[in-house]
Nanobody, 117 residues
Framework: EVQLQASGGGLVQAGGSLRLSCATS????????IAWFRQAPGKEREGLSC????????YYADSVKGRFTISSDKDKNTLFLQMNSLKPEDTAVYYC??????????WGQGTQVTVSS
């Protein structure tokens, strides 16, 4: 059974940092790109970053480029998102998802990130 579980969210002050984790199981980690998304209340879901461990070619949305860093640990089948210089507008529920060709077919349950001003 394919599973993704996001964790690491919390409350942080503006300018602070958080590291999110996405633990995966049930599929070959190297074969798929995995992405981070977020959704703030009243806003559309936003794609933030994506990487395929085997290729190691990360993608970043402009909104997080230079502040967020995606990485992966094949031994642990885990994806990470290091978030620095956090802003109140980064407040959202953050999700990880597996990319399967042109769709994202499995999603984690989400982890809340709240950035106070």
């Amino acid at each position: 059974e394919v599973q993704l579980q996001a964790s690491g969210g919390g409350l942080v002050q503006a300018g602070g940092s958080l590291r999110l984790s996405c633990a995966t199981s049930g599929f070959t980690f190297d074969d798929y790109a995995i992405a981070w998304f977020r959704q703030a209340p009243g806003k559309e879901r936003e794609g933030l970053s994506c990487i395929k461990h085997r290729d190691n070619k990360p993608y970043y949305a402009d909104s997080v480029k230079g502040r967020f860093t995606i990485s992966s640990d094949k031994d642990k089948n885990t994806l990470f998102l290091q978030m620095n210089s956090l802003k109140p507008e980064d407040t959202a529920v953050y999700y990880c998802a597996r990319k399967n060709y042109y769709t994202f077919d499995y999603w984690g349950q989400g982890t809340q990130v709240t950035v106070s001003s």
